[in-house]
């Protein structure tokens, strides 16, 4: 196959061969393992020197999917806090691919950037944050604190009258950012990307693991004698989906002159519900604010957004210009200016239209069905004489562990771990091992807008039939008495949070 062009009549084929496969694939996701048995097949790794048409080449890549995609937007894939893609959102990305926009600035694109201005607007609604603030979608939560992180040292900069854009930090004293316990990865990767050394964070919590100390927190700020500092508060825990006191932490902040940075990749949602909202009170008083997109509200990847109060600190950090480029009115923001990449897919076309599709009470209502199927997981586990639930949950995340009655204290780690791979490789179920209060646990994350009971109810019953081949496996001169299956108990009403038992 020589020059594309001579691939030019098989391009509604090609769409075709695609939506015909697409349609299969996701007929079957319901009941599909979630990592399937055989996920040998690649593509070839050996670039061809002749190619073999797109038909031929799609068919290849289509039957290597098949047998090694992972299950990750269907019902039981509680791994990672990742959501599926709703019918809305699917159909609207297949169009942005198909369009093709540079949602840079309005020259490039005046359909993206309305588009993403109008999809911002809604997004802000949906958490209640104030209509007047700045926003910018990215490519997902770790741009999105990188986006509000970077606003933050720009306002460290100014206010000791450094342009660290223009400058740089070479001469500036340290940054102090504080933190607790529950800081996330990601949160740290845009601190090292951004030069503010990820090491340098102080993490206030009392147990080193959990939220942030309150009082430390006041004596840290008060020792710096007004000197800036960027708090990052978190608001959704991924091994429990626990909170910090936002309020609170927002409440010393404004004492002080200092930077409150929510991380809300996934917890940001509770705001959607009045069940969960007080989790999230106060949030309207932040400097920036981070969420993902595929995550709780069901877009495909990649999808995250960042909000900062004053959308000056955003187009600081991110403004660039040439003269090719062209300069849009300040009615019409340059997207491509407002976060880290210029080269912009149309990711708003699929939030638009997920948000158009189901509205603020579709939205309210897949939230708040998913935090019912976490308390009837709680309550499983909670009636299983061989699980041990290790948190409270709050919002969607149940963390527990697999701990036989007699079992070795000593050997209950690598029980789990052993359990946590034959879960992955089972199938049937997918979410992986954490360590949460120096404790190997699981942790599923009910996310997944297909989502129902009958999905759930599989990840106790898996794990106490796996969590048996695993005793025999690791201990195999250890027996107990067969445990009684017994039924489930209620789950709890959608308001009430589930306490450990033991």
Request: aromatic share 8%; proline share 6%; net charge negative.
């Amino acid at each position: 196959m020589p020059d594309p062009i001579s691939d030019h009549a098989n391009l509604a084929a090609a769409l075709d061969l695609a939506a015909s496969e697409a349609k299969a694939y996701l007929a079957g996701i319901d009941d599909a393992l979630v990592r399937p048995r055989t996920s040998n097949a690649t593509p070839d790794v050996d670039l061809p020197d002749e190619g073999i048409g797109s038909l031929a080449a799609l068919a290849e890549l289509i039957e290597s999917a098949d047998e090694g995609s992972t299950r990750s937007a269907g019902p039981r894939f509680f791994h990672f806090v990742m959501g599926g893609g709703t019918p809305a959102a699917l159909g609207a990305d297949w169009l942005a691919s198909t369009l093709d926009q540079n949602a840079y600035n309005w020259i490039s694109s005046p359909f993206a950037s309305r588009v993403e201005q109008v999809t911002v607007a809604w997004l802000q609604d949906l958490f209640g944050l104030p209509g007047d603030w700045g926003g910018v979608i990215t490519t997902g939560a770790t741009m999105a604190n990188f986006a509000g992180l970077a606003a933050a040292r720009r306002w460290w900069g100014l206010q000791q009258g450094v342009d660290v854009e223009a400058e740089g930090l070479s001469g500036l004293p340290p940054m102090t950012i504080v933190s607790g316990g529950y800081i996330h990865v990601s949160a740290l990767k845009a601190i090292a990307m951004l030069g503010l050394g990820r090491d340098r964070v102080k993490r206030l919590s009392r147990d080193g693991a959990g939220r942030i100390d309150l009082d430390a927190l006041a004596s840290v700020l008060q020792e710096r004698n007004q000197e800036p500092v960027v708090i990052i508060a978190n608001a959704g825990d991924v091994n429990t989906g626990d909170f910090d006191p936002l309020a609170d932490i927002l409440a010393i902040g404004r004492k002080h002159r200092a930077w409150v940075h929510v991380d809300g990749a996934f917890g940001l949602f509770a705001a959607v519900s009045p069940i969960t909202r007080h989790l999230v009170e106060g949030l309207e008083h932040a400097d920036s604010v981070a969420v993902d997109g595929h995550k709780w509200l069901n877009v495909p990847y990649d999808s995250g957004y960042a909000f900062v109060r004053d959308a000056a600190y955003l187009a600081g950090a991110f403004g660039a210009s040439a003269s090719y480029l062209g300069k849009d009115a300040a009615a019409r923001p340059a997207f491509g200016n407002l976060g880290p990449e210029m080269s912009r897919r149309a990711r708003s076309l699929a939030v638009w239209a997920t948000l158009r599709a189901y509205g603020r009470s579709g939205i309210r209502t897949m939230v708040e069905r998913h935090l019912r199927l976490a308390q009837r997981v709680a309550a499983q586990v909670d009636a299983a004489p061989d699980l041990e639930r290790l948190a409270e949950v709050p919002l969607n995340v149940v963390c527990f562990r697999f701990h036989p009655p007699g079992f070795p204290e000593d050997r209950l780690d690598d029980l789990n771990r052993r359990l946590g791979e034959m879960v992955l490789d089972d199938g049937r179920v997918y979410f992986g091992t954490t360590v949460y209060d120096g404790k190997v646990a699981v942790r599923p994350a009910i996310v997944n807008w297909r989502t129902r009971e009958e999905d759930v109810d599989l990840i106790v019953t898996v794990v106490r039939e796996l969590g048996a081949r695993a005793i025999v496996q690791a201990a195999p001169g250890w027996s107990q008495a067969k445990p009684a299956q017994g039924a489930a108990e209620e789950p709890a009403a959608p308001g009430e949070v589930v306490k450990p038992q033991r």
